[in-house]
């Protein structure tokens, strides 16, 4: 496939990549993305196919153990990188091999990659954030250009470089006359996140609330060596714990303002543990410390969303599909009604890889990937906002007809190098 850069505002086809902080799998959407031709502040999104590719045992083991507390030497990670983005390739292959056979081309990769580490600090300012998944090998799989690295441009302008789902949720609600009054999105993954919009698409305030899942798929994995309490089986059967619940709310993440984020290097594995042993308080049993921990994922969302009164949440993520959680978030915000992003056309296990897939249509238009807040400032905090993303290979103007490859150069000295 050629290299060469669509021509602007033309209609484009991106497929979308993203693996969460759950590692759950990668999630992959197509999307045809074409401006309206009367109206160029509108634009256009054909969701052609969403799939969901499962990691391999040994891989996902690998990414969950390589995130803090894990420690990984500089071969370690090369070898982790190379092998995620050989994965990110396999799972964009398989779709680009579908969607030829259905006659549809795709223009660009968009990949999020693998979160390993997210370096916010005590006062929640960011200083670096990692995302693995070779964009070379992607390309290599495909073919086809990749835009990847889409976190780091809005954390080098002071950004907190998440959420950035609100690129997606302000479009989606903006002008919709059935979403009056003030709505909010929370995606639940492995740390919940939320936009809290306007009825225009106007963003009120987004940020992380904290662990999502982390938690509780930490608190299964160490006991069962299973992936998660599916349907909150044994939560249901457990009691919270009052006096573990009060000491892991006391955390001073919950202080912090919004914009905040967070990940898996605060709310490790261990972190549970940890928390229990300088309370001194024993550990309860694994039903009633998953009851504690969806009371607590509950209670940390309800503390960021109350204040904003908003008239609607749309749910997202696999904490959609935790019942307990769901009936928990109803009943500590039973003034807002509750549904999910089908509301809106779109399959709430499928948003964030068309929200990839979004961003790469910003970024290849050269637009900002993060939305302005009501104080015309990025909503991430950031100085500015900024295109996001590394494109593999690098792509240059068009070629002139007939043009061939560069055999010789010939270099002027400078100046001065010619006064010596």
């Known amino acids: 496939m050629s290299t060469e850069p669509p021509a602007r505002d033309s209609a484009l086809t991106i497929l979308g990549l993203m693996s969460g902080t759950s590692v759950d799998g990668i999630d992959t959407a197509a999307v045809r993305f074409r401006r309206d031709l009367s109206d160029p502040t509108l634009l256009h999104a054909q969701l052609l196919r969403t799939s969901e590719h499962a990691w391999s045992e040994q891989d996902r083991a690998q990414l969950l153990d390589a995130m803090p507390p894990g420690e990984l030497d500089a071969a370690a990670l090369s070898e982790l990188h190379a092998r995620c983005g050989a994965a990110f390739g396999r799972a964009a292959a398989v779709e680009l091999q579908q969607l030829s056979a259905d006659g549809v081309r795709v223009d660009l990769v968009a990949s999020h990659g693998q979160t390993l580490f997210h370096g916010a600090g005590p006062d929640g300012t960011v200083t670096s954030t990692l995302q693995i998944g070779d964009p070379a090998r992607i390309h290599a799989a495909t073919g086809t250009p990749v835009l990847a690295d889409l976190r780091t441009a809005d954390v080098a302008a002071g ?6 789902v609100p690129l997606l949720d302000s479009l989606l609600v903006a002008g919709r006359a059935d979403l009056p009054g003030r709505t909010a999105l929370l995606n639940i993954g492995g740390i919940g996140n939320v936009t809290v919009l306007e009825d225009d698409g106007t963003i009120h305030a987004i940020g992380d609330t904290g662990p999502g899942n982390a ?5 299964v994995r160490t006991a069962t060596g299973q992936p998660c309490d599916r349907d909150a089986a044994r939560a249901r059967t457990g009691t919270v714990d009052p006096g573990l619940l009060a000491a892991l709310r006391e955390d001073p993440f919950y202080a912090l303002p919004l914009p905040r984020s967070t990940g898996r290097e605060h709310f490790t594995p261990g972190y549970v543990a940890a928390v229990a042993a300088r309370s001194g308080i024993a550990l309860p049993d694994l039903p009633d410390l998953l009851a504690t921990l969806v009371e607590l994922t509950a209670s940390t969302i309800a503390d960021v969303l109350a204040p904003h009164r908003p008239g609607r949440v749309l749910l997202s993520g696999g904490g959609a599909h935790n019942p307990l959680l769901c009936e928990r978030l109803a009943a500590l915000l ?8 089908a509301r809106l056309g779109l399959d709430a296990d499928a948003k964030e890889a068309v929200l990839v897939a979004l961003i790469g249509w910003m970024s290849i238009q050269g637009l900002p990937g993060v939305p302005v807040g009501r104080d015309g400032r990025p909503a991430t905090g950031a100085r500015a906002a900024q295109v996001l993303g590394v494109l593999t290979p690098p792509v240059g103007a068009p070629r002139p007809d007939g043009a061939g490859p560069i055999t010789r150069l010939r270099l002027t000295p ?7």
């Open 215 to 219: 938690l509780l798929d930490a608190a």
């Open 334 to 341: 039973p003034d807002t009604v509750w549904d999910t992003t």
């Open 414 to 420: 400078s100046v001065s190098a010619q006064e010596r």
């Open 159 to 164: 950004g907190q470089g998440a959420p950035l």
